[in-house]
Structure formats: C-alpha cells, structure tokens
DNA sequence: ACCTGAACACCGTTCAAGT
DNA sequence: ACCTGAACACCGTTCAAGT
C-alpha cells in the first residue's frame, strides 16, 4: 500500500525538478528536494540517482511531444507533417536546454534508448504514410532520421538558427525522385 | 621569461590529460595533477578550468583531423575525400569518447566555436573541388553538413554502427543532380 | 617566478533516528 | 512504511607558505 504522502512527494519532486531543470541543468539534488520540499532520503528513494531523476523528466516530455504526431498527419501531407513534427521537437528540446546536456554519457545513451521506441514509433507512422502516396522514398530509415535531429536540435540553440535550413536539406534527401 | 621547469609543466599536464580522458572522460583535476606529478595550484596556473583544459585537448585533436585534408584531395574525387575524412573525423571522435560527453553545454559551445573555423575551412576545400569538377551541388552548404557530423558519432558510438549508412545518405543530398 | 599541498565550499549519496 | 537531515567521501578551485 502507497501512503498518499508518499505519491504527493514523487508527484512533487517531479515539479520541482522540471521547473528547476529548465531555468538551469546542473540544478544541484538537495537544491531540487529542498524546492520540493523533502529531505535528501526521500528524494534519493524516489530516484535512486540524479541520472535516474533526469531521465524522468526526459521522459515525460518526448511522451508529450510524441502525442502530437496523429492530428499532424490529419492536417497536412506526411513531408510537410515531418517537418513540423520535428521543428517542433526541435524547439521543446531547446527550451528545455541544460536538460539534454546535463546528462552524462552513459545516462544520453540510456535516455536515448528509452525514448527510442517511441519516437521511432512516431517517426515510421509518418513515414509510412508517405511512403503509401509516394512523397518518401521507400528506403527511408526513421533510425537515421531520428540520429539527425539531434544536430537540429544543437543547430537550434545557435545564434542563428540553422535548423529548418538543414531540415528542408534533410527532407530533400528523403524525398521520392 | 618562462622557466623551463614550468613550460614542461604545461606539457605533462596536457600529455596526462590526454591519456586520461581517453580512458575515462570523468577523471578528476585531482587526479590528473597527480598523473602529471604537478601540485593543483600549478594544474589551475595553467588551465584556470576544468573546461580549459579538455578545451586545450580537444583542440589539439581536431588540429590533427585537419591537417589530413590535402592528400587526400590529391589521391581521392571530392566525395570519396569528403567520406573518407569524415569517416576519419568520427573514428576520433569515437576513439575520444567521454571528452565530448564531458564536456558541459557552455564548454561544448566554445569547442564548436574554436574548432569552427579550421574545420570549416576543411569542409569548404573538399567542397570547393566538388563543386569545380562539377560532383557536388553548388549550393551545398559546409556549416550544415558539419553540424550532421555531430549526430553521426553519436550513431558511431551504438552497437551496430550507422554512421557509415548515414553518411551515404547526406551525400546523396549533397549531389549534384 | 613558479611550485606544493592543505583547506574551502559544495556535490551526490547514505543512513541513523524519528513519526 | 515513510520521512528528515546530519554526515561521508569526493569534487573543482583557492591561497598561504615555500624554493
């Protein structure tokens, strides 16, 4: 049995944690629980480790974003779709800045594979549709696709945003001759 | 006048360095100051930051890359060059490994920064010669594909490598049709 | 002029003690 | 069953004292 306290402190911690996460990535874990208002044991059984807590927050915002992907394809033909889809990709990865950067190594590769099956999910299902009307080439690969968006997204936080440059570059290759 | 004594300071501390980060991209100031058989003090004398100093490795590492252009412009076509040196770029990146990673957004901004040029001026010869012989389209643009680079050692450092396949599929956006 | 290394403030994480 | 918060080992960085 759950203690309601204990759900409010998860739920809490989160909130803390995204909020503080976003103004600066290398929000310290005691800064965070003492936003949360818990002590460093509480916060430390929620997630066992600071990577643990990133990867949370990573988390539940590719969740969101990866929602979006159904009214984008009933909107707009799969080309125009894609790359509306991944500017705004781009753009939540931006915002949440210091996020991306503040994991280590070995915790990117883990938030990279949590995430994956998910937003390849996303990805093939716009690339599916376009390869039924003929916009994408049938030997589109959604793997490589996702690999490229993280130059997009470094290309974003540049003084000139590059990104839907590059993009438009991107779809050119993907496009059906 | 610089003393003899603190110029192969500055050496043994970048030569510590070097092999120390390879290994792992998280060793410490501490550590690396022992390595190099010098005290902290003299470690910040030379490096006033952690960034500084793998700033100062990283520098050198991509001073290497570059300098490898020009033969092989002379004993390759352009896009072959270009495949080979970025195929070349990934392997060291690769073969760095936790330094990028270890590098926090801010840092990892100026390395771009300083490493911009040169590289730039890498991309732009082998460009240059393609859009001459008339292989590579001419508005091709040497600022995106190095920002591609990027999301191409990423890919290099997953189980089965993409990046060679990745690789393949912007130089066909680069083509001149 | 340059070096050493103890010391400082702070980090992520643990764990005894409370309720 | 869950929480608090002092404590631990270690981090990047500084600075008095030496040569």
């Not at 944690?17 to 460093?40: F, H, P, Y």
């Not at 000139?160 to 590059?166: F, I, Q």
């Amino acid at each position: 049995m759950v203690r309601s306290d204990a759900r409010e402190n998860r739920a809490r911690i989160l909130a803390a944690a995204r909020e503080a996460l976003a103004a600066d990535g290398s929000t310290s874990m005691n800064q965070i629980g003492q936003r949360a208002g818990v002590g460093a044991g509480t916060l430390y059984r929620n997630f066992p480790t600071r990577d643990d807590l990133l990867l949370a927050v990573y988390e539940a915002e590719v969740e969101r974003i990866v929602a979006a992907v159904p009214s984008l394809l009933d909107l707009h033909a799969p080309l125009e779709a894609l790359r509306r889809w991944t500017l705004d990709l781009v753009a939540a990865m931006r915002a949440k800045h210091g996020l991306g950067d503040a994991l280590g190594s070995v915790a990117h590769q883990a938030a990279n594979d949590r995430s994956h099956g998910p937003v390849i999910q996303a990805i093939s299902t716009i690339f599916e549709a376009g390869k039924a009307d003929g916009s994408i080439r049938r030997d589109a690969d959604p793997g490589d696709f996702l690999q490229f968006t993280s130059a997009l997204w470094r290309a974003a936080s540049a003084p000139d945003d590059r990104a839907p440059g590059m993009l438009d570059l991107l779809l050119d290759g993907l496009r059906a001759r």
